[in-house]
């Protein structure tokens, strides 16, 4: 299985870290593509840097539409954008694709495979609704980072993993560590 992850700068970049290690311990190929504020707000808030990602997939630049994950003739299976800022769901709801990063959404849309926007902004504005619903329309799916409290979590990462586990349940793959309702 092949995914595409992308990061923007939204906050919450900790999602997506924990959805790579979690991708990668479990054997999927990755590609990676990190905005500029992506990379940015990862570092800031996780202190984690672009070197330490590229231990866990292939990293692309965000202005590289050259890079495979560009084209539909590259065979990937999804792409999840977590976290993924309303500036970047914008973007991909209105079609602008003069970033890699919503490229390769596009390009997931268009052939076809599954889309995962995990959003994470608070609260939603009437134009960040309806470009939820206009990619949810098109086949998108639209995951808030909005984690349960059933598990009772201690620890962040509780929290985390919880949203980065029903990711992993949109595309299929099993997360037998995931703590479920009862």
């Given at each position: ?58 990293v692309y630049d965000n202005d590289d ?118």
């Open positions: 299985m092949k995914v595409v992850v992308g990061i923007t700068g939204a906050s919450g970049s900790i999602y997506g870290y924990s959805l790579i290690r979690l991708l990668h311990k479990k054997g999927i190929e990755l590609a990676i593509v990190m905005t500029q504020m992506g990379e940015k707000v990862m570092n800031y808030e996780c202190g984690i840097t672009r070197e330490e990602i590229e231990k866990y997939g292939t539409l050259f890079a495979p994950i560009a084209s539909g003739s590259y065979q990937v299976d999804a792409m999840v954008v977590i976290p993924c800022s309303m500036n970047s769901l914008g973007q991909i709801a209105n079609g602008m694709g003069d970033t890699l990063l919503a490229r390769s959404a596009s390009v997931a849309l268009k052939e076809g495979k599954k889309l995962i926007m995990v959003v994470r902004e608070t609260p939603y504005s009437i134009i960040a609704m309806e470009n939820m619903l206009k990619l949810g329309k098109a086949g998108g799916i639209i995951m808030p980072a909005s984690p349960g409290f059933y598990h009772k979590p201690t620890k962040i990462w509780e929290l985390v993993e919880s949203i980065t586990y029903r990711v992993l349940d949109r595309l299929g793959i099993e997360a037998k560590e995931a703590v479920r309702w009862k």
